[in-house]
């Protein structure tokens, strides 16, 4: 099945930049998401991007697809403390969706 | 927000037992997935369906059953529940111009 991977934990200050970084195998996807989950609550579909797009920006929000190495990213301007969560990048293969393990962002005030 | 919600939210079982938990959704999609969420997995999916009575098994489907007799429902069974099972279980239903999957609460069930 799909493989879909991310790295754990991100720490950064407020007022910096994020980057969260994700990588698939499957290269049929259609849309590949960013969700955000806050404790305690489900997942938030924060942005999105069609597979046949390389940029996406969205207020803070800037996404890159890179459909030759399969890589995908999430780059958070100027983060605040109310952006600490735990990041999931997911794509579409048919019915099912795959998701990474997620990212736990940290901002540092 | 779309309409969907989990019942219970939180259960505490004894190995062996039966648990069902529920799904409602009030925007009429025809798809309806359940997953669990496990510390360094991420989510897997367990079961989904693609319609009334049509059913799919995922990634980690042993031991879980499901039934959808009615669109809004989507009910996920434990025939016999162990601890192994300990878990986060989210519902999410599909649609939205890209396709993507809006998730309830989600329940928290522990299995001593």
């Known amino acids: 099945g799909e493989d879909v991977e991310q790295s754990l934990f991100l720490s950064v200050r407020e007022g910096d930049s994020s980057v969260i970084n994700c990588t698939y195998t499957d290269s049929s996807s259609t849309y590949l998401y960013w969700y955000k989950q806050e404790p305690g609550a489900g997942l938030q579909l924060l942005t999105y991007?069609?597979?046949?797009?390389d940029m996406k920006q969205d207020q803070r929000l800037t996404v890159l697809l890179n459909k030759k190495d399969k890589h995908l990213s999430l780059r958070i301007a100027d983060t605040q403390t109310g952006d600490s969560a735990i990041y999931f990048c997911a794509d579409i293969t048919g019915n099912q969706f795959y998701f990474g393990t997620g990212t736990s962002l940290t901002v540092i005030p | 927000d779309a309409g969907i919600t989990q019942s219970p939210r939180h259960k505490v079982t004894e190995t062996g037992t039966p648990v069902t938990l529920r799904c409602h959704q009030t925007e009429n999609h025809r798809y309806m997935y359940w997953y669990r969420q496990d510390p360094g997995h991420g989510l897997r999916l367990i079961h989904y369906s693609y319609g009334v009575k049509d059913t799919d098994k995922g990634e980690v489907s042993d031991g879980y059953s499901v039934s959808r007799s009615k669109t809004e429902d989507f009910l996920l069974t434990l025939e016999s529940a162990t601890s192994s099972q300990t878990s986060v279980y989210f519902c999410?239903?599909?649609?939205?111009?890209?396709?993507?999957?809006?998730f309830g609460p989600g329940t928290r069930l522990t299995v001593l």
């Open positions: 999410a239903i599909r649609g939205g111009r890209s396709d993507e999957q809006f």
């Open positions: 991007i069609f597979s046949n797009m």
